[in-house]
């Protein structure tokens, strides 16, 4: 198993261009979560779903969109970044998303936005 | 709401020694809990967590916790700690007993070891 893969792994981009960062699982998990990571403040809930179909915001989800039309892939939409969208971007995907389960992380996209 | 303290930016140790990296926590139910390292330029990778009954939870690489719900903490702990250790550790949780169910991340400890 390749376990979680996201693409790009890095990527700039400016003020007002469009994007999506992909992230995929092979480990046929239920739910599938995005995340960002800033300097001294951890990781930051983006968006989640809970299967195919069926997707929820976290903690910060403005200026992102999500879809999930299958089991295993879950891309992450910028419409029109901002810098304050520079960041390092995580997708973590788990068996059912219980309150137990073990997430399982993807290497990251460092994204530039100028 | 849920929420976890890591009461320390950056903890330093000698090779050898033993470590701890702390975390407290704060759920209105009871918690899962769990520890990520996550290596220089590399994603998150799952230690160990604690679920339920004993308070001492071993996990991966030498690694164990231990779960004190008076205190609220869930430290993290090596006997002996080795250069390859060096890197950053994320406490996390989630409220059992709530209908919130997303996990909740501390803001990371970097931990370096030094020869």
């Known amino acids: 198993n390749a376990g979680v893969t996201q693409t790009p792994k890095f990527q700039v981009l400016k003020t007002g261009q469009s994007m999506t960062l992909q992230c995929a699982q092979d480990?046929?998990?239920?739910?599938m979560s995005w995340y960002r990571q800033d300097p001294g403040m951890g990781l930051r809930l983006i968006h989640y779903?809970?299967?195919?179909?069926?997707?929820d915001q976290g903690e910060v989800p403005n200026g992102y969109n999500v879809s999930r039309s299958t089991t295993e892939d879950f891309p992450l939409r910028l419409l029109s970044a901002a810098p304050s969208q520079t960041s390092v971007y995580f997708c973590?995907?788990?068996?059912?998303?219980?309150?137990?389960?073990?997430?399982?992380f993807g290497p990251g996209t460092r994204l530039t936005v100028l | 709401a849920q929420s976890v303290a890591q009461p320390e930016d950056q903890v330093n140790v000698a090779e050898g020694n033993p470590l701890t990296v702390k975390c407290t926590y704060s759920?209105?139910?009871?918690?899962?809990l769990f520890w990520y390292v996550q290596y220089p330029n590399r994603g998150l990778q799952f230690l160990l967590k604690?679920?339920?009954?004993?308070?001492l939870v071993k996990g991966s690489y030498g690694f164990e916790a231990e779960f004190n719900k008076s205190q609220t903490s869930f430290h993290l702990k090596k006997p002996s700690a080795l250069v390859s250790d060096s890197a950053l550790y994320f406490c996390?949780?989630?409220?059992?007993?709530?209908?919130?169910?997303?996990?909740?991340f501390g803001k990371g400890t970097m931990l370096l070891v030094s020869p």
């Open positions: 604690y679920i339920t009954g004993d308070n």
């Open positions: 779903s809970v299967g195919a179909g069926i997707t």
């Open positions: 973590a995907s788990s068996v059912r998303g219980g309150k137990s389960d073990t997430q399982y």
């Open positions: 759920v209105s139910g009871n918690p899962y």
């Open positions: 480990m046929n998990h239920e739910y």
């Open positions: 996390a949780v989630r409220d059992k007993d709530s209908g919130y169910s997303t996990l909740t």
